[in-house]
């Protein structure tokens, strides 16, 4: 390890360091001055306070040009792992304000600084190209998360969820250990680079494949990609909003953009080939297999569901495996694509989730609990619809750019759109999820409101909130530039 | 300028949400205004419109740079025409819509967006754009029907809107292959058209788009989601329905599957079970669909479905125009177009809102005991005259167009213009029972009380006197539209099909 | 050729009276049929100044007016008169009115009944002068609407049935002849009557559709003959010929006598018209090959009929069978005349009379069946709605008048010479018998039956003994006397001095006997 400055580090992780920081101060402030305070007065302080720290860290990202590589590969700071953060911390932000107006705990400031703590995780995950910062990383998510999500204390289903996602996690971080072990020992390193040159050296090694498979079932887990999705309906339902919020939107971020690195970067050589017709033995087949898997499981079972958390639970599966197209392809152009994709996703999901949050007080959680919403709530309503259709793919929002750039990126790689099979599965899937959703926005503006169910009041900052988060997802959808082209700029420069 | 028929319908969507709730006459205007306002656009774009074929760029900047997607829009001489049959659908709809009471805002607001939309698809010169404004066109179409429909609402909205996205996914796969293949970073029209993709390539993906919008269009067997759309949906979202979205679908199948892909039209070299090329496939389609519909027509005992399917049978004319592959048949599919949209926006229009908002019942049987054709003449007469351009009379628009789809058709597949005139005749045996059952029966049943019905509004008889109108004059004065047609099928941009298996 | 429209003017003319009556009759019956009358009459005034002005040696068209319409479908907006042409506008003009005159006292016929009359004239006129398939086909159908609905509104009482059957029949033969005159432009590129009859003269049409319509490897012949038999359909439900003529019977009955008179008198004519301008000139060679068939057809029209007509005991139906057989005789002259001029010169003169005879009849036809069906609507009137032919008796006794009247009408029905019937049938006979001696004579079976029904007709309702019942019928006022006499003075008139018609008419049947060639 060459000696390299520490202040060099600590301007490298500035942002990650912003945010810890908050998390601690949040955690002292609550624990200290606010012990007394009404609970409400507990959740708006610590959404605040947090809320400015990640904007702070923003800031940061924004101006600062501190980019380098640390300590080979351990720490790596690009423009894309910065946008990448940036949008980390964007969807923080969101989650935070729907946090702001829940009142389920008494630990306000242990639940913020959970989000917080969550978020420099995720941060770090994508700042990195070295295999055991990675597991660490992802751990050090996964603890976070299992502990959100059974923050709940009053609720059976909380706690069941947890254990569940702890169980299954627990399970598969370990599988991803072995894996990474096994990588380990065939390459006698774990940056990615190295790994890189061992395994173009010997693609066919039965070792290497054994690890490779390891490897993506942990990952797996983690994106929620069928078949290892079993924990994701139980945490996207029992969940309190805001820590499915964070699930279902950064961290499916985050896993994501660390998985393409590992497998694009990492094991470039084995990479195979599932292309119609040109079959060739590797890990774009196995994926590629994975995602047929999750387009196909996610959107049939989520026609059935009757909870909406379920259908969008099922739905995350189904994209997920639309996301996993972009990594078969594995290029420039669909690494964009994944990054936007991902992006949008996240935004439109943590919408969905702002959109539960506001309606939390009113038991509203099956499908045929929204009858009349477009009456009693319309502006949540109209909202809701503009998160749903993005989701759905329709364009001119968000949703729809993302999904054309995937298809586009992967049919592009060869001349003999060897993925085209994948594309048209993902469209047919694409028409069953728009079933699901066209569902939910049936029972909010056709079906009538049960009779006495009264109007719904949503606070004004939810409200500002959501309505912003919505512009956000029309305005990407009209003028995909904005976020395509910073991301394919960062994209150039960092793979040079 | 003609941008501004989008814009403005968008704009006054949101102006009718901005009404005030208490007094819906002022969302009726303002939509009515909206719409005019289109409709006068339209009609000074095609005045001033030379006829020479050309192409009359309106707005062409960047938009997705990074996939070379542009704002593209732009006006030939059959986009003209069809943006013009959008313009007097939509007056007429909201004239026929004026006495809706139940979320007048919404159903105006919805109505104006579906309007920009189509606007949007006639208008647009970019395929990515195309297909943005043929997606947006869905949703509020979805809500149309759901919400203001009659029996069945709900299912036939979601069954119309999945078929509808179906064919889109199969559209949006042929998109994407083309903008691989060409390999252009560019999804303009003028590119594209002129872009010589591999014959193996336009063998599959002709097929593919052309099939995935001939579903909006009608196509048998995918049409099975208009019967029930048309008779579900409100009268004004079935004459718009039947009247210009459908035709999105034929514009479709002609501008991106024909105009990008006429190789895929060629004879494959081999034959399978009788046919050698898709044009014969789809021909075949075509005439199945002019037959089918029209028998089934005949047999229909719910009067709304008799318009629905009779709309089957007309859109098979034009698919049927499509495939002949010569410039009088392609002329006679776009005339039969517009023609069809402003007949079947007269058919639903005095079945839906003459005849069952003021009897509530559309069983055929029920109506022949009511003497309608006293008690509402003027219903009457329209309907008659309306039957009279449906079946294709001379004077009427519908013979202009029937007239050169079997021209094209004589030239190009003698025995199928013959069945196609044994589908006239069955047009005419069900339009006249449908005409004698509703208008025509009530005579003899002297014996059944008279209610009184509510007296033929202001709004329906201007909507009538409209389409009437439109549908007459271009019967008697087809230059008005062959002009803008025939110098638009010669341009450049319909090249490649001219070079192709045209006769 | 003025350069006024006239022909353009009087086919609207009626149409303006319709829209006027329609207008005007919001004031009353009166009013409306006031107003139809003066059209009525502005119309037929208009022709007659038209057959002032029309010059008989004239080769060629006359008054002819064109316009471009939609050259790119081939639609011309083509209008020309021959003595053919103006001798159906002579026969529209004055059964209209005489139909307008008989509705003059039925009060359940108001002013719809009237616009529609008038509606129905613009679209006689209109069949009468076109010159270019698209127009006249315009006209053609659009005549089908007020006739439909003056037999469906103002109709008997299975006047449903027979109105749709009357459509239904109608459509299919208009189906067909659309299609093979598409058929015809495909290949030659022309609508145009005069253009086409020049082309299959030269034998350019043959050439042409041998050129441009490659079916299956159908022999260029049996593709004309395939558009021929399509052509002919078409004419054929008009005319009608048997066996296409089983909407007829009910349609003639079932509808009001005045509307009769009109379907008779002049909707008829236009299938025979159609066989004359538009079959047997571009058609020629095919009609000479199917000539067995269809002089077997025209004899089946001639004779059938009039048996059947023998065997009705309703006047209406009588009549109308009666009609069947008159216009067969045409349909029988003009295929008898089929048969290349150019390659046999010898017949010319048969030829002409057949044709000159067959133009005699459509006009005599026109105006007799008018005035048999006028008579049967006074009767029906005062029998308060019985047509039965034995229903009445002696009639001559109680209605002397009206008795010698519609004797005389029956007459010239028969083909009495000095009447009307009789120049025209005469004639048909004298040309057709050198051009095919078999079906004239048997031609005269007909001519025989006829003879028997009509007389039958005579001795069962007007002599023998008079029933209680119709003692007191009145006879014809004074009114109704003057509205008659016209129509019967007519009757002498051209059956005493025919060269009022035919004179006119010579140098059209000439050019159309020249015009068969190939």
């Not at chain 1, 048209?424 to 699901?436: C, D, G, R």
């Not at chain 2, 205007?29 to 030379?50: E, K, Q, Y």
């Not at chain 2, 990074?66 to 007056?91: F, Q």
């Not at chain 3, 016209?486 to 009757?491: I, Q, T």
Request: hydrophobic fraction near 60%.
């Amino acid at each position: 390890m060459t000696g390299s400055s520490y202040l060099e580090l600590l301007r490298l992780t500035a942002p990650e360091i912003i945010v810890a920081l908050a998390g601690f101060l949040l955690l002292v402030l609550d624990l200290t001055f606010l012990r007394q305070a009404a609970l409400a007065i507990r959740f708006r302080t610590a959404m605040v306070a947090a809320c400015i720290g990640c904007v702070l860290a923003l800031v940061v990202l924004e101006s600062g040009s501190a980019q380098g590589s640390l300590a080979a590969g351990m720490l790596v700071v690009n423009s894309l792992t910065q946008l990448i953060q940036m949008a980390l911390l964007v969807l923080a932000i969101l989650v935070l304000l729907w946090v702001g107006g829940a009142r389920f705990t008494t630990h306000v400031g242990e639940y913020c600084a959970l989000i917080l703590f969550a978020t420099t995780a995720m941060m770090l995950l994508v700042s990195t190209q070295n295999l055991l910062v990675i597991f660490i990383t992802i751990e050090f998510l996964s603890l976070s998360l299992y502990i959100l999500t059974g923050f709940d204390k009053d609720s059976q289903q909380s706690a069941e969820a947890a254990l569940k996602y702890f169980l299954f996690g627990g399970m598969s971080a370990g599988i991803l250990l072995f894996g990474m072990s096994l990588l380990y020992g065939i390459s006698g390193s774990i940056a990615l680079q190295p790994i890189a040159a061992a395994v173009n050296a010997s693609p066919g090694d039965p070792m290497l494949t054994l690890a490779m498979v390891m490897v993506l079932v942990g990952f797996g887990f983690k994106i929620a990609a069928a078949p290892f999705h079993m924990w994701a309906p139980e945490v996207y339902q029992g969940a309190p909003t805001g820590s499915a919020a964070l699930v279902a939107s950064s961290s499916k971020v985050a896993s994501f953009f660390a998985l393409f690195l590992v497998f694009s970067l990492g094991l470039m050589g084995a990479a195979g080939s599932a292309a119609w017709g040109h079959y060739s033995p590797g890990w774009a087949p196995l994926i590629a297999i994975l995602a047929a898997v999750s387009m196909l499981w996610g959107n049939l079972a989520a026609i059935a569901q009757t909870s909406v958390r379920r259908v969008l639970a099922y739905s995350a599966i189904g994209h997920a495996g639309y996301m996993l197209i972009a990594l078969v392809a594995h290029s420039r152009e669909s690494l964009t694509a994944l990054v936007y994709y991902v992006f949008t996703y996240a935004l439109a999901t943590v919408g969905a989730f702002g959109v539960l949050s506001a309606l939390e007080g009113e038991k509203v959680d099956s499908i045929a609990d929204f009858a009349g919403l477009g009456k009693r709530a319309p502006g949540l309503s109209f909202c809701l619809l503009i998160f749903l259709l993005s989701l759905a793919g329709i364009p001119p929002l968000a949703g729809f750019a993302g999904k054309f750039y995937v298809f586009v990126a992967a049919l592009e790689i060869s001349d003999h759109f060897g993925l085209l099979w994948l594309v048209l599965l993902a469209l047919v899937m694409s028409v069953v999820s728009f079933y699901y959703y066209l569902k939910i926005l049936k029972q909010a503006y056709v079906s009538e409101p049960v009779p006495g169910a009264a109007a719904i009041s949503v606070p004004v900052a939810t409200r500002l909130a959501l309505w912003a988060t919505a512009a956000l997802v029309v305005i990407l959808g009209c003028l995909p530039d904005i976020l395509l082209n910073r991301i394919s700029a960062a994209v150039a420069t960092a793979f040079q | 300028m003609l941008a501004w028929t989008i814009y403005l319908s968008f704009l006054g969507a949101v102006a009718v949400t901005l009404t005030p709730a208490k007094s819906p006459v002022v969302a009726r205007v303002t939509a009515l205004l909206t719409a005019l306002a289109g409709l006068g656009i339209a009609i000074v774009a095609i005045m001033h419109a030379d006829r020479s074929g050309q192409v009359i760029t309106i707005v062409r900047t960047p938009w997705i740079s990074h996939l070379g997607i542009e704002y593209h829009l732009a006006a030939d001489g059959i986009s003209l025409i069809l943006v013009l049959l959008t313009g007097i659908a939509a007056v007429a709809g909201i004239l026929f819509s004026w006495n809706i009471e139940r979320r007048v805002k919404d159903f105006f607001a919805l109505y104006l967006v579906l309007i920009g939309a189509v606007y949007g698809v006639f208008l647009s010169f970019d395929l990515f754009l195309l297909f943005v404004f043929y997606e947006i066109v869905m949703i509020p179409k979805y809500f149309l029907i759901a919400i203001w429909g009659s029996t069945g609402r709900e299912y036939a909205a979601m069954k119309l809107v999945l078929y509808s996205f179906g064919g889109s996914a199969l559209v949006l796969a042929g998109i994407i292959a083309a903008y691989c293949v060409a390999g252009q970073r560019s999804l303009s029209f003028e590119v594209l058209a002129h872009f010589p993709f591999p014959a193996h390539f336009q063998m599959w993906a002709f097929p593919m788009v052309f099939v995935g919008f001939a579903v909006l269009a009608g196509m048998w067997p995918f049409h099975t989601w208009a019967p029930t759309g048309h008779a579900a949906a409100p009268t004004a979202a079935s004459m718009l329905l039947a009247g210009v979205v459908m035709k999105l679908g034929a514009y479709g199948c002609l501008r991106v599957a024909m105009m990008l892909f006429p190789r895929g039209l060629d004879p494959w070299g081999f034959r399978v079970l009788g046919f050698g090329s898709w044009q014969q496939v789809f021909a075949v389609l075509a005439l199945i669909g002019i037959i089918y519909g029209a028998t089934i027509a005949l047999v229909q005992k719910d009067l709304k479905f008799v318009i629905g399917y009779s709309s089957v049978s007309h859109m098979g004319f034009v698919l049927l125009g499509l495939m002949t592959l010569n410039q009088i048949g392609l002329s006679g599919a776009v005339y039969q177009m517009f023609s069809h949209g402003i007949i079947a926006g007269l058919l639903f229009a005095v079945v839906g809102r003459m005849v069952y908002d003021r009897t509530h019942t559309r069983d055929l049987h029920e109506l022949s005991r009511i003497p309608l054709g006293r008690l509402i003449p003027f219903a009457a007469v329209t309907f008659v005259l309306a039957s009279m351009a449906s079946i294709g009379l001379p004077g009427f628009s519908g013979f202009v167009a029937e007239l050169q789809v079997l021209i094209g058709s004589w030239r190009s597949f003698p025995w199928m213009a013959c069945i196609a005139g044994v589908g006239i005749l069955i047009g005419i045996a069900f339009t006249w029972r449908a005409l004698q059952a509703t208008f025509l029966g009530g005579a003899d049943a002297t014996a059944a009380p008279q209610q009184a019905m509510p007296p033929i509004t202001l709004p329906e008889r201007l909507g009538a006197c409209l389409l009437l109108a439109s549908t007459i004059v271009l019967g008697l004065y087809p230059r008005f539209l062959l002009d803008l047609i025939l110098p638009t099928l010669n341009s450049s941009l319909f090249e490649q099909l001219r070079r192709g298996a045209w006769r | 050729m003025s350069s006024f429209p006239l022909i353009s003017a009087l086919t609207l003319l009626p149409f303006a009276g319709g829209i006027a009556v329609l207008l005007l009759g919001r004031a009353g019956r009166s009013a409306a049929r006031l107003t139809a009358v003066v059209f009525a009459i502005a119309s037929l005034a208009l022709t007659l100044l038209l057959w002032r002005g029309f010059q008989p040696g004239l080769p060629g068209m006359q008054f002819q007016e064109w316009h471009a319409w939609a050259p790119a479908l081939g639609l011309e907006y083509h209008v020309g008169l021959d003595g053919l042409s103006l001798l159906m506008l002579a026969v529209s003009s004055i059964v209209l009115l005489m139909s307008i005159a008989a509705s003059w006292s039925n009060h359940k016929q108001g002013p719809a009944y009237f616009s529609l009359l008038l509606f129905l004239e613009t679209g006689l006129f209109g069949t009468f002068t076109a010159l270019n398939f698209l127009h006249w086909f315009l006209y053609w159908e659009l005549s089908l609407i007020p006739a439909f609905f003056l037999i469906r509104i103002w109709g008997g009482s299975g006047r449903a049935r027979a109105a749709t059957q009357f459509f239904v029949y109608t459509m299919v033969g208009s189906i067909t002849l659309l299609l093979a005159f598409l058929a015809i432009f495909l290949a030659s590129g022309s609508f145009d009557f005069i253009e086409l009859t020049q082309m299959a003269q030269t034998g350019q049409l043959a050439s042409a559709i041998a050129q441009n319509l490659h079916w299956h490897q159908w022999d260029s012949g049996h593709i004309t003959m395939f558009l021929f038999g399509g052509a002919f359909l078409g004419f054929a439900v008009k005319t009608p010929v048997v066996p296409f003529h089983g909407w007829l019977g009910s349609a003639y009955a079932e509808a009001a006598p005045e509307t009769t008179m009109v379907l008779t008198g002049a909707l008829s004519k236009m299938g025979v018209y159609g066989f004359l301008r538009i079959l047997l000139p571009i058609f020629p060679e095919q009609m000479w090959r199917a000539r067995t068939i269809l002089l077997w057809l025209a004899v089946a029209t001639i004779v059938l009929p009039a048996l059947t007509a023998w065997a009705q005991t309703d006047l209406k139906r009588m009549f109308a069978y009666s009609s069947i057989n008159h216009l067969g005789y045409c349909i029988l002259g003009i295929v008898a005349a089929a048969g290349s001029t150019g390659a046999d010169a010898s017949f010319v003169s048969a030829k002409a009379a057949a044709l000159t005879g067959v133009m005699l009849q459509m006009f005599s036809h026109g105006i007799t069946a008018a005035t048999l069906f006028w008579f049967l609507t006074l009767l029906e009137r005062r029998s308060g709605g019985l047509l039965g032919l034995d229903d009445f008796g002696g009639l001559r006794r109680a209605m002397p008048v009206f008795s010698g009247l519609m004797g005389i009408a029956l007459f010239a029905s028969l083909g009495l010479p000095g009447l009307i019937g009789f120049p025209g049938e005469f004639l048909i006979f004298k040309g057709v018998f050198p051009l095919s001696w078999w079906a004239a004579a048997l031609a005269l079976i007909g001519l025989l039956m006829t003879a028997v029904f009509l007389l039958t007709v005579l001795q069962r309702v007007f002599s023998g003994p008079l029933r209680e019942r119709w003692a007191g019928l009145q006879d014809l006022t004074l009114a109704e006397r003057c509205m008659l006499a016209p129509g019967v003075a007519l009757m002498f008139v051209v059956g005493l001095y025919p060269q009022l018609i035919s004179g006119m008419l010579h140098g059209t049947v000439m050019q159309l006997v020249a015009q068969v060639r190939f």
